[in-house]
């Protein structure tokens, strides 16, 4: 038995085609088919009637998982400007059945490469999965190359995209010629490296068989045009089950997702991309005189980012791309043409602004929509429902998000986007809050992702609702945990989550890793991430009593195990990682101090012991010594007396350079110290000085490390001392006179000045007014 004789309509497109799409509504106005057939997986049928709702919005996407693994998915994307989506619309608007025939995603997520055109072969040159070594070609652009051009898009848009006239005189030829271009290169070059193909093509074959026994030879088959072909191609009932038995087979689920332009650029990833959707969808929508439309589209956005852009901008670009379409022999003005226009007319030779043009308009952050009568996942529905009290929209582009935990409506978003990321479902992304970095304010970047869809749905099996998966989730990471610090940080994130349920399992789990813990690093590493939960449980409002145990009993182990640990043969890398604990140990004790009554002073006599003891690493002795200096607990004549020990002649230049960068590197405010304390300079001039020539050159990058963090203005006031000489008056000055810039003394009318405004900073009360006038 052979396959349908040529009466169906085979119309072979280009997925993503404007062209194509505006050729397949006038073929299909012509020739009124009493059904329509349309690549795509056959689970999507019972879904076709959801593109008439209108809730639904292109770009849209069916998306198809396995039902025991939505993380094995598939997306079958649809633009408005997409052939099968028009050929689909036309059916609905026509009354006519319309119907999948591609291979069933049953098959494709079964394991079998190649599964649907986002991973894919598209039919028309998409990369897919193809046999060890052979040929992947490109139809389009073997075509274009044959017809004498370098870029494929190019050519698409002088055969197909500006032929715009008489399109429904023009339809037929059109396919035919494309049709015939195919089968060329089909005898040329077999499946082209897509062997995957042959047995798609035999499944449609078979669904066109049964189309032909309903409808006889009135249908229409809209496929990639690299098909058409194989669909016109004589074979037998026999021949196809061959290739389709023994295919792997697997439960699915599927549903419409959102999808956005950006998405449908190649330069995302997905393989039956297009270079320029934002384009694509202008030439498909504009009613006439695209190029001018379009320059007009260019000219508000750029307005928009203050520059200067006029009418007259407008009318000169649109004379330049008619010229240059004139130059090169083309019908019309093309994207190659209307960029070159815009860099030289409207950016001033500037490719900065033209990347704006191109990032908005020629790819572009469109984003669709779906009915609510989509199937969905219960967490899906839930998640949808709290979006919309919360006022949180998902958009395709970024968008900076500031929360203020003051506020109900701003707690409960902030609530969300956390047990979100705890699910593996990143919509928002914190990031540094400008101008305040109190805990009362959080700041998110947002941006929704088709992607995300799927990961909601493998969120499922957790819960039925945000809560109850984010709440399962984290009691089973913490019972699956094998780390402190997994642990740690894993009650953290459940408390800026508001997990309450959950942080008891979480505790229980905390106890038992630190309880069996004896690595000091680790411990010291997990105590800093405890103590930031317990100041957000302050802020949020969430009982963290227990945690506060657990912190404190921590605490009294680092103090136990530190100098031990610090006082054994530590490398360079060692000390440099131990010194980054202290530091965090160091601010996690100041959280907690108010908790434990004498912790603060039980830290600062490990710091003693480490500012004091020749054993630990310089790196580690110097960083101490400054905590014990900054907190007010080493008078300044001993901290110069343990500096004085440290460089002395006795000590190796590399330990002595490590003591200056642990008490005065970084960014710790170390420089304006030694400004203003001349005798502390004065011991490093002098140590410098005495560095013999080969340790110099040793010691020279941690220096330039310690010294080269500081800013500018201090760099200036320590070469001005060090010019001089520490000690000496400054040019002018009397014996004993202050730095030039500094005064001998603080001036406390200039400093109570400031009061109000750091009283406003901390978020304390407002001062006393009257105390303020005393």
């Known amino acids: 038995m052979s396959a349908p004789p040529p009466g169906p309509l085979l119309l072979g497109v280009r997925h ?107 039919g028309n040159g998409a990369a897919g999965a193809g046999r060890p070594g052979a040929v992947r070609i490109d139809p389009l652009g073997v075509l274009a190359e044959t017809a004498g051009y370098d870029d494929p898009e190019r050519w698409w848009e002088d055969v197909v995209e500006h032929r715009g006239g008489g399109a429904q005189q023009a339809a037929p030829a059109a396919f035919e010629a494309l049709g015939e271009a195919m089968a060329a290169l089909r005898e040329a070059y077999g499946d082209g490296g897509h062997p995957r193909d042959l047995v798609r093509e035999a499944y449609m074959r078979q669904r066109m068989r049964a189309a032909r026994r309903e409808f006889g030879d009135g249908y229409a088959v809209v496929c990639g045009a690299w098909h058409v072909p194989a669909l016109r191609a004589k074979s037998t009932v026999a021949a196809d ?18 999808w956005t332009h950006r998405r449908l650029a190649r330069a ?117 429902r709290q979006q919309r009290s919360l006022r949180l929209k998902a958009e395709a582009q970024d968008r900076e998000l500031e929360l203020d935990l003051r506020k109900d409506t701003d707690t409960a978003r902030s609530l969300l986007l956390h047990r979100l990321r705890l699910l593996g479902i990143d919509w928002g992304v914190p990031t540094a809050s400008r101008g305040s970095t109190g805990t009362f304010r959080e700041t998110w970047r947002l941006r929704w992702e088709p992607e995300l869809s799927v990961r909601v749905a493998e969120a499922g099996v957790w819960g039925t ?78 009982d963290a009593a227990a945690l506060g145990t657990v912190a404190a009993g921590l605490a009294e182990r680092i103090c136990v195990a530190l100098p031990p640990a610090c006082s054994v043969g530590l490398d360079a890398d060692a000390a440099a990682e131990l010194r980054g604990h202290v530091d965090g140990v160091h601010g996690a004790v100041a959280l907690l101090a108010d908790r434990q009554a004498g912790l603060r002073e039980r830290w600062s006599a490990v710091l003693r012991a480490l500012a004091g003891r020749e054993a630990v690493p310089g790196l580690i002795r110097g960083r101490a010594t400054r905590l014990l200096l900054d907190e007010g607990r080493l008078a300044a004549g001993e901290s110069a007396r343990l500096m004085g020990l440290a460089l002395s002649p006795a000590a190796s230049p590399a330990e002595a350079a490590g ?44 220096l330039r490390r310690t010294f080269g963090a500081y800013e500018p203005g201090v760099k200036r006031a320590l070469g001005e001392l060090v010019r001089r000489g520490p000690g000496a008056p400054a040019a002018g000055t009397g014996h004993g006179a202050a730095p030039q810039g500094f005064a001998p003394d603080p001036d406390p009318r200039r400093a109570d000045a400031v009061v109000a405004l750091v009283r406003l900073l901390l978020a304390g009360p407002p001062p006393d007014e009257n105390a303020a006038v005393a």
């Open 268 to 384: 995302g990833g997905y393989g039956a991309g297009i270079v320029s959707p934002g384009w694509y969808a202008h030439l498909f929508a504009a009613p006439d005189r695209p190029v001018e439309r379009w320059l007009a589209k260019v000219a508000a956005l750029l307005r928009e980012e203050d520059r200067q852009v006029s009418p007259a901008h407008v009318i000169e670009a649109v004379r330049l791309a008619d010229t240059l379409a004139a130059l090169r022999g083309r019908p019309l003005p093309g994207l190659t043409e209307t960029l070159e226009a815009v860099r030289a007319v409207m950016c001033d030779g500037s490719d900065i602004p033209l990347a704006l043009v191109h990032d908005r308009l020629v790819v572009g952050d469109v984003l669709g929509a779906v009915p609510d009568a989509a199937p969905v996942v219960p967490l899906q529905r839930d998640l949808t």
């Open 16 to 122: 993503h085609g404007p062209g194509s799409a505006r050729a397949v509504r006038a073929a299909l106005d012509a020739q009124r088919p009493g059904a329509v057939l349309v690549e795509g997986p056959p689970e999507g049928d019972a879904l076709l009637e959801l593109a008439a709702d209108p809730g639904m919005r292109p770009p849209v996407a069916l998306l198809a998982h396995a039902a025991d693994d939505p993380g094995r998915a598939a997306f079958w994307p649809l633009a408005e400007f997409s052939p099968e989506w028009v050929a689909i619309r036309w059916a609905q608007e026509a009354g006519v059945p319309v119907r999948f025939i591609d291979l069933p995603a049953a098959h494709s997520l079964a394991g079998a490469a190649d599964p649907a055109p986002e991973e894919g072969g598209d």
């Open 241 to 258: 089950k061959a290739l389709l038995t023994g295919l792997p087979k697997t439960k699915v689920e599927t549903t419409w997702v959102p």
């Open 465 to 542: 609702t945000v809560l109850a998966a984010a709440t399962a989730r984290a009691e089973g990471d913490a019972a699956a945990a094998t780390e402190l610090g997994e642990v740690t940080a894993l009650a953290e994130r459940c408390l800026l989550a508001g997990l309450s349920d959950a942080l008891p399992a979480v505790l229980r789990a905390l106890a038992d890793r630190a309880a069996l813990d004896t690595d000091v690093a680790r411990l010291a590493k997990a105590l800093p991430a405890l103590a930031r939960s317990l100041r957000y449980g302050d802020v949020r409002g969430t």
């Open 659 to 702: 003591w200056i960068e642990g008490f005065a590197g970084g960014s710790s405010g170390g420089g304006t110290l030694l400004v203003h304390d001349e005798r502390l300079l004065g011991l490093i001039d002098t140590w410098l000085l005495g560095v013999p020539e080969r340790a110099f050159v040793d010691v020279l990058p941690l």
